[in-house]
């Protein structure tokens, strides 16, 4: 069964200030997807990020930036020179490539506060 | 930008109430999904479709709930009757279906509320 763990309930941390979200995933797949979602105090979720599991290349966007290891199944992200328009719930979220099992499978949300 | 529509953004109900929850997915899309959203389950999914066909309902209560998709423009998730441990957030999210797993897009979701 798939599983995602994000140990970080909640994180402030003062603006301009780099901040890391942990993710951990579980699968039996050789293949699978890994995806990083953000929920701001909107409520809309917002696609981030997709990762394939032969990918392990880190990404980098602007400020932020993501570190696959397949090693440690982790995929972590880090906002450098955090803003407050980065305040939100962030969600890890993994599908595994096997036929008909196209669900995300999320894990519980880190929220991030960015005080001014 | 393309957007996945919800509507209605927000539903207040009495329990035993009828509640339609419906999902225009983005053009060209063809595989449409519906998670729910609470604070003990957090995210989970429902149910989806592709090419209008269910392929995964398991985490649905078949009792109350169903999931339809009348066609390629509209899919609907309908509770009847309601109960207050409904209340929830529902998302529609759509996507292009495959083994590459592009990105589910989501709407703004419908929060329902059932007293």
């Known amino acids: 069964a798939q599983k995602v763990t994000q140990a970080q309930t909640e994180i402030s941390v003062v603006e301009k200030e780099d901040v890391t979200l942990d993710c951990v995933y579980e699968?039996?797949?050789?293949?699978?997807?890994l995806f990083w979602y953000k929920q701001p105090p909107s409520g809309e979720l917002v696609f981030l990020i997709r990762?394939?599991?032969?990918?392990?290349q880190n990404e980098i966007s602007g400020r932020y930036s993501w570190n696959f290891q397949k090693s440690t199944s982790s995929f972590n992200f880090t906002i450098t020179a955090s803003q407050v328009v980065d305040s939100a719930v962030y969600f890890c979220?993994?599908?595994?490539?096997?036929?008909?099992?196209?669900?995300?499978?999320f894990g519980t949300g880190t929220r991030l506060t960015i005080i001014p | 930008d393309a957007r996945v529509t919800q509507t209605p953004r927000h539903k207040v109900t009495e329990m035993g109430q009828e509640v339609t929850m419906r999902c225009q997915p983005i053009?060209?899309?063809?595989?449409v999904f519906w998670y729910r959203q609470t604070m003990m389950q957090g995210l989970e999914l429902l149910a989806y479709?592709?090419?209008?066909?269910?392929?995964?309902d398991s985490g649905m209560p078949k009792d109350r709930f169903s999931a339809e998709m009348p066609d390629a423009t509209l899919a609907t998730l309908k509770i009847q009757p309601s109960e207050p441990r409904d209340s929830a957030v529902y998302f529609c999210?759509?996507?292009?279906?495959?083994?590459?797993?592009?990105?589910?897009?989501f709407g703004d979701g419908t929060r329902l509320s059932i007293l």
């Open positions: 990762r394939n599991s032969f990918d392990e």
């Open positions: 479709f592709r090419n209008r066909a269910p392929l995964d």
């Open positions: 053009l060209g899309h063809n595989t």
């Open positions: 699968t039996r797949d050789t293949t699978y997807y």
């Open positions: 999210a759509s996507g292009v279906g495959g083994g590459s797993r592009q990105p589910q897009h």
């Open positions: 979220a993994l599908s595994e490539a096997s036929f008909g099992n196209e669900k995300l499978t």
